[in-house]
């Protein structure tokens, strides 16, 4: 088993694999399933659909930005929201007196656009959606206390493989090229890190709004041509090391 970073492989077996170096014909080839997990909770609950749609991104970026480059396979998604308080639906447990945070959209839309999101953004890139979960819960204690997914959590997880040689990064020689790689920078998505730390009603709301990213499946596939062709040389393979710079760059 190897950790890098963000992402566990654990080793698999010798397979027949096309790969470019034999055009037409199958040769051995060593892989490792890697598997990596991301929660764009924040994000998805100020704006569910983007935010559903940048956590896909981040973590399929993270996927092939494992060891000197991994391949992407497929995706998991799940939610966790409160209570929907569905219109014509009743449900014992719902508590229609409780209240929650105006700058986060409802449980219920959350779990229908952040689903939407996601599946938007695999279908795009090209990365089928598997297996997935959902969970509601909220309610008052005996205590008092309330208890309740307020802050919803997104789970994203994808499934990789990577060759057994690309397992391990290389370190950095003087010398060596520097390149980065993926779309420009926008100014969106600013503060996001420091946003989603916050305890829900300190920021203002349109900041939170604007500290979420926006997807770009498209750019996103168009990156991940780029590392493909590179892993897919083997040990000529001219990645070092890579990592992930957010915003669809690597």
Known sequence: ???????????????????????????????????????????????????????????????????????????????????????GSYALWEDSSFTYPSNFASPLQILIDASNGASEYGNKF???????????????LPSGERREWLKPIMFSA????????????????????????????????????????MVSGQNDAELDFYAVQRGDAEMAQKLYRVVRACIEMGENNPIISIHDQGWWEL
């Open 1 to 87: 088993m190897v950790h890098d970073r963000m992402t566990d492989a654990i080793k698999g077996f010798l397979v027949k694999h096309l790969r470019p170096d034999k055009p037409g014909s199958t040769c051995p080839l060593s892989k490792i399933r890697s598997v990596l997990l991301k929660t764009p909770n924040f994000p998805c609950a100020v704006s569910p659909c983007p935010g559903a749609e940048t956590g896909v991104g981040g973590r399929i970026r993270d996927t092939h930005a494992t060891g000197r480059g991994s391949f992407v396979v497929a995706s998991t998604a799940g939610y966790r929201v409160g209570n929907l308080n569905m219109k």
């Open 126 to 140: 090209g990365e089928p959606l598997i297996q997935g979960y959902m969970r509601t819960f909220g309610m008052r």
């Open 158 to 197: 994808g499934i990789g493989l990577i060759d057994n040689i690309h397992t391990l990064k290389g370190e950095p020689e003087i010398g060596i090229l520097v390149v980065k790689i993926g779309g420009p920078a926008y100014r969106i998505g600013m503060g996001g890190g420091a946003a989603s730390s």
